[in-house]
Every structure is written in C-alpha cells, then in structure tokens.
C-alpha cells in the first residue's frame, strides 16, 4: 500500500528552526509537495520537489532523498503565524496527490 | 484573478437529509478535485475530475455520495442520505494539467459539515 509518514505534532520556540520529516512509500513517483494549513482553513503550497537536494524560498526550504523515500520542511526564524498543520503529500504514478495526515506545529514566544 | 469558490462555507443537517456542495474551480484549471477531510487528518480523495470526465472516483462511496461536472467548469458533490459519519470538510481543488506545470493543488475554503 501507499503510506506517508510524519510526526503528528511538534513544538518550537519563536526565532528558532524546526525540522518537518516525511517519510514516503509511494507506486511511483512524481514530485512531493508540502503545505501549510492554518487552523479552519484550506491548505496552501508551500513547496514542490522532484529532483534531489534542498529548495530554499525564503524563511522556508525543502529537500527531497528520492533514493530513501524521505523529505523534510525546514522553517527558519519561526514567527508565531507560523502556528499551523504542515501536510506532506507525494504524486504518485497515476498522478494522484497521497497526503500524510499533517504535522501540527506549535510555536510558544 | 478569484480562487476556488465553494458554497456553502458551513452545513448543519439531520442524518438522513440529503445535502448538496458547490464548487467553482479556477477559470482555466481543466482538474478537479473533492476531498474529504477529518480533523487531525489529510484530504482524502473523493473524486477527480479531467474537463467533464470522472477519472477517479474508486474512493467515492456511491451508494450515498454522486457528483457532477456537467460542463467541465463547476461541479456539485451530493450526499443522500447523509450519516452521523458524514461530518466532515469537504474541500474542493483545481490544478491545471497542462504540459510542463507543476500540478499544484489550489483549494477552496472548504464546506463544514455537521452531521446530528
């Protein structure tokens, strides 16, 4: 079967860095896709990775290990709006998004 | 240029009642998704649509659940008869699948549903 895998919450500090692992086993694959969901709304793109190696955009970057099935989201200098559920999803060969069930991220000043 | 609207954002119903969502994609966007989302979870596909075509609906629970797309732009995801279980976000996404694009997701704000 298919299955995503993330940490179902975490918590961090404001200014500081945490580190969102996902962990896939996906039939095929076509790119890998974080975003973010803030409580009582829709999801927003965050990042997209196909290739290997990190994709920095801003205060957040990505990396992508396609050989071992892993990716993990980086936020940098962490806000308190940063307060939210970060969902990783994988495309799979038939180019259907699969989602991992979210990691909750708790900021505190 | 306007987002992926859906109607409505809030739904009570009794179990048993039928209840109908709405959702207009992106103008250009030719895929179309629902989902079903629980608190604490992912979207969970419901169906996909291709332009007016249903290319994926092995998730969608067709003894109670039917959805249209009758010109390939907006669509409509009903429940008859809705259950307790039933209560849930229904979200609605639209990508563009053009050669070349990237396939991201854009969602709608979401229709909450309550179930009693």
């Known amino acids: 079967g298919q299955n995503i895998d993330q940490p179902t919450e975490m918590t961090a500090t404001e200014g500081a860095i945490v580190q969102i692992n996902c962990t896939y086993q996906?039939?095929?694959?076509?790119?890998l896709f974080w975003y973010q969901q803030h409580a009582g709304e829709a999801p927003t793109f965050l990042s997209y990775?196909?290739l290997d190696g990190l994709e920095e955009k801003g205060r957040f970057s990505s990396f992508l290990s396609r050989s071992k099935g892993y990716s993990y989201l980086l936020l940098k200098e962490l806000q308190m709006k940063d307060s939210a559920s970060y969902l990783c999803?994988?495309?799979?060969?038939?180019?259907?998004?699969?989602w991992g069930a979210g990691t909750k991220l708790i900021i505190k000043p | 240029e306007a987002g992926v609207v859906q109607s409505p954002r809030y739904k009570i119903i009794e179990k048993k009642q039928p209840v109908a969502f709405w959702c207009n994609p992106i103008?250009?966007?030719?895929?179309l998704y629902w989902y079903l989302q629980n608190l604490g979870q992912g979207p969970e596909l419901l169906i996909r649509y291709e332009n007016e075509e249903a290319v994926d609906d092995s998730q969608l629970p067709k003894d109670r659940f039917s959805a249209e797309r009758l010109k390939g732009v907006d669509s409509t995801l009903k429940i008859q008869p809705a259950e307790l279980g039933d209560s849930a976000v229904y979200l609605c996404?639209?990508?563009?699948?053009?050669?070349?694009?990237?396939?991201?997701?854009?969602f709608g704000p979401g229709t909450r549903l309550t179930v009693l």
């Open positions: 996906t039939s095929g694959f076509n790119g």
């Open positions: 103008s250009g966007h030719n895929t």
């Open positions: 990775n196909v």
């Open positions: 996404a639209s990508s563009s699948s053009g050669t070349g694009d990237l396939n991201e997701q854009f």
């Open positions: 999803a994988v495309l799979d060969s038939n180019y259907q998004l699969i």
